[in-house]
Every structure is written in C-alpha cells, then in structure tokens.
C-alpha cells in the first residue's frame, strides 16, 4: 500500500537534505534555512507518519526493493518507533533554530548542518529498522556524525571529547556486531520481527544467552547507563550547545528504545532477567547522577549527569515490566527530551554571554540577572526535571509512580522517592548560583549572545504537555498495547 512508504520517508527526507546541503556549502546562512525546512518537512512525515499508524491500526512497513522479509531490508513503523521518531525530529528540529542564533564558530564550518542532518538519519534510522544488522550500520552513522561535530567544537576540549565518544562508540560497535554474529549462527536471520519468532519456536540455543548479553551492554553504552555513564560527562562539557543538546536528549534515547525492543519483541522468553538488570542499574544510576550533579562545577556537566539519573527513572518503568509502567517510561523519556534539550540550550544562551565562553560557575554566576526571561525558563526547566506542576516532568513522575504502586514495588518506589529530591537540590542549587547571585563588580557581560527561540518554544511545550497531557499519554499507551501483544509487529513484517 502507498501509506507504507510512509515509514521510509523520516529517514529519506534528512539524509537527501544532508547531500544537498554540501552543495550549498559556499552560502553558509542559506545552507542553514535549507537544514531548517528539510527538518520541517521529515517532521511533518513523522507526525504523519504516527497519525497513520494509529489510524490503520497495525505497523506501516516498507520493505525495499520489494523483497518480502527476512531477505530484505524491512523499515516498520509501529506506535513505539513513529513516536520516538517525532520526538526525534522535534527536538532535532529546535537544533537547528538554536544553532542559526549561536555565535558559536562551529555553526559557520560548512560541514556543519550536513552532518547534523545526517546525525537526525541515523537516529531515526536506528529506530525504524526492523533488521539489527541495518540498526548498527544508522549507529554508525550517528556515531561518526556525532564525533565530527564535537571534534569541531570551539571548546579546546573538544578534539579530546570526540576521541572518547568514538572509542567508547567503537567499543560499543564491537560488542554489537558480536551480539550479531551470535544470533545469527543461532537462527540464521537478523530480521527483529522473524528472529523474535524463531527465538519462541526453537528455543534457547548456545550463543542465545551471551548474544542477550552483548547487546544489552551495547544499548548500557548508547544511553550512558551506570556502570558505563564515564564518557558522558566530559563529552557533552566540551560538545558544541546545539550538539550536547541533542546528544544528552535524543541521542541517549536510542538505548531506551532498544531496551523496549529487547523486551516487548525480541527477548520475551528472558525478559525478566533483563527487567531485573535494567532495574537495579535504573535505580543505581538515579543516586549516582543525582549525587554527582550537586557535586560537578559546570552547568553542562551538572546536566549530563542528570541526563545519567532521569534515563535511570526511564529504566525503572522499563524494569517493572507492566503495561502501565511502559507508559509511563515512554512519557517520561518524550518529557526528558524536551526538557532536556532546553535546559542545555539555557546554559549554552548564558555561557556565550559571559566574557569567557565557559558554562562553569565560576564563570557564570550571577551573570543570570541581566537575563531574567532565560531564568523564568531555566526555573521551569528544572520544575519538570525535579517532577513538579504545572509541567510535563511532573505528569512523568506521577505516571511512573502511580504504576509502581499499581505493581506494588513499594520499596523501589520509596527509594526512587527519596532521590528525587536530589533534582530538586542540583537544579535549584543551579539557578540560585546563576540568577541569585552577586556579580563581581567588574564583570562584563557580552551584548550579543545566543538566541533564546528554541529553549522558549521547548519550554512552551514541556508547559503545555504539562497542563494538556491527554494526547502524549493517549500514544503511549496505544504503544504499550502494542508492545505487550508482539504478535502484532511480526505478522505485519512477516504476513499472515
């Protein structure tokens, strides 16, 4: 059907603009509204693309050059992956807006909005293939183009961080392509939907359990989760704003999503394993971000760590293992990426006001009160991180906990409780020290700085899901339906 060739499109629109973007490499400020409108109309194709798929009522999938899966090159688009893909492509979308305001240099190399068009192809073709083959080949592509544009930041860490996100990247790879070999010398096909069926029918097999092993570590990697969260830190520190902000929202949300796949789809037979790692490691990371946040002496920094502990609320929604605590993990992680990109977003507008371009506090504090808009907006920012009304973090919140308590995992509830309030100290901690504060009396702020339209519409939205939740929740729970019944996504790609 033509509505199929829906599901190809999120992935086709960006990476053709990337191409055509290198052609206009000589007129830089006409490349960016190329990469502005190209982001535009992928948006569009994925919001589209979601309306469809709730319409019809089972997955859109395009499989290439015709040939039927598992011998082919399958794209599905079920409610999970048309909304991660939204996500996706807005947050990617306010990217852009920021980076055509930023006095950054990076956003004047001409091999910029190129290869943050082909970082947005690689997110979203991570999540729309249905082949874990295809899915590592848009990693790598995400990889390389994330790489490149922190290795051009004007932070003279830059070159540095790049060199740690590509390793730990390429370690990453390793482990992937391991897990690859090991699933298919088990059952003789990568296809997720035809794999998730030969795993139930055939049974546990050798290299099954190690192959589970690889690429739950593999996805650990992509989202930063403890123990392997070291990278993170320093990487989004020195990345250019635009870039951490789209890194430390949407980036990291790839290992969430193959988190949900390993356990709606492909592993369901080992599922409570995996919930259980997921769990504990969630919960780890919830204290271990948190406690490290009130002790970093960068903003940016201060929010990379958060990014360690909110994947961690993520990972408990995932490791309950119910249907309403996958809707709640799937709001929490859309909430996160707004909020989250927006507070970066904050703290890039201050840093490039300051006399020296640095996001520590030293450099920054008070320097917030000829600002103030931009502390109306960080306050609400961290209202929403901390999980509290009238914003979208606290419908986050109150959907993660009301299913932990519908589960009745009372202790974890407790516990998570109880660091919840670290949020509330390092955000706030954060603002007092950037708004609050004196200045010293011969401090200089620049007159132009970074442009304030992308955090303000971000933080409009995070307002507004916050007070008009019902759609965003409405999806998510049509997703999780979805992915508590797998039969539905195999028999869209296979037939029958």
Known sequence: ??????????????????????????????????????????????????????????????????????????????PLAALFVSMTQLVMLMGVIYALGSQDAVVQYPTFYPLFLTLATGLTGTMLTGDLFNMFVFAELLVISGTVLTALSDDRYGTEAAYKYF???????????????CLYVSYGTLNMADLAARITQQGERLLLLPGV???????????????????QPDFHTAAPTPVSAMLSSVVVKLGVYGFIRMTTLLFVEQRA?????LLVLGVIGILFGGLSAIGTHNVKRMLAYSTLAQVGFILVGIGWGTTFSMTAAIVFAFNHSLV???????????????????????????????????????????LALAGIPPTNGFVSKLLLFSSGIQAERFGWLLLIGLASILTMVYTIRAFVRIWWQQPEEDYKIKPVGDRLAAPLVLIGLVLLLGIWTEPLVHVAQQASLWLSEPSIYILAVLGG
């Open 213 to 231: 092993a690889l690429l739950l570590v593999t996805f650990m990697i992509k989202s930063a989760v403890f123990p392997f969260h070291f990278w």
């Open 273 to 277: 394993q995996i919930q259980s790692v």
């Open 167 to 181: 390793y730990i990247s390429l370690l990453a790879s390793m482990f992937m392509l391991l897990s690859v070999g």
């Open 1 to 78: 059907m033509i509505d199929d060739h829906l599901a190809i499109l999120p992935v086709l629109i960006p990476l053709s603009g990337a191409f055509l973007a290198v052609l206009l490499r000589k007129r830089q400020r006409f490349q960016g509204m190329w990469a502005l409108g190209t982001l535009l109309v992928s948006l569009g194709a994925s919001a589209w693309l979601l309306f469809k798929v709730l319409q019809r009522g089972v997955p859109l999938v395009f499989q290439a050059g015709r040939w039927s899966a598992p011998f082919g090159i399958s794209f599905v688009a079920d």
């Open 340 to 382: 989250k990109a927006a507070m970066l977003m904050l703290s890039g507008y201050v840093s490039s006001r300051s006399p020296v371009k640095s996001a520590a506090f030293e450099t920054i504090a008070g320097l917030g009160k000829s600002v103030p808009a931009a502390g109306i907006m960080f306050f609400t920012g961290a």
